[in-house]
């Protein structure tokens, strides 16, 4: 893939780097619930807006990777790496929104109090297991949950597929 190894690998390191960062800091950011509905309302948008940004960033990325002149060598190496850290960061959008509407609400989710129960829902429902033992109850809860639904098939799958494609070497793109 990558046209010289230590590049290669130096890419795979940051790119490990990276989501174990994303996901130290989805661990210590402050996200204590907060009676002040101005500032619940802005935690809120900030997420949605997050989400947006996220949503865009693998969008980008897929396309590039679908695209006529799609990258090849250490730039397609790159971009997949791109593509990793950004579906990393809307899982943990997701599991930061989930977190944040339990903390607010009690009664919106069922089984969801820890940072690591909104992580492990989250990615149940992305990647449409849905065990059950978490689940949305309240109707802010089942908006999100149908946003992370919809974020799944259309962008958590195609660019999970694009990765495991390109990392297991399987022809694509007519190659």
Avoid: W
Avoid at 41 to 53: D, E, F, K, Q, S
Avoid at 66 to 88: F, K, Q, W
Avoid at 90 to 116: K, M
Wanted: charged fraction near 15%; aromatic fraction near 6%; glycine fraction near 10%.
């Amino acid at each position: 893939m990558a046209s010289d190894d230590g590049s290669y690998a130096r890419i795979r390191r940051h790119t490990l780097a990276s989501c174990c960062l994303l996901v130290v800091s989805y661990f210590l950011i402050p996200l204590e619930p907060d009676p002040n509905g101005l500032r619940l309302t802005l935690r809120a948008v900030g997420t949605l807006v997050l989400i947006g940004v996220v949503t865009v960033l693998v969008t980008r990325q897929v396309g590039r990777q679908l695209g006529a002149g799609a990258p090849v060598g250490d730039d397609e190496v790159r971009s997949l790496s791109r593509l990793v850290v950004a579906l990393v960061a809307g899982l943990l959008a997701f599991a930061v929104a989930d977190y944040v509407v339990a903390a607010s609400g009690p009664e919106q989710f069922s089984g969801l109090r820890t940072r690591l129960d909104a992580l492990y829902f989250a990615l149940a429902t992305l990647t449409t297991i849905g065990y059950g033992d978490v689940h949305a109850q309240g109707q802010l809860a089942k908006a999100i949950v149908c946003v992370q639904m919809v974020f799944s098939i259309g962008v958590i799958a195609t660019g999970a597929s694009i990765v495991v494609r390109q990392l297991t070497g399987r022809p694509g793109r007519g190659r």
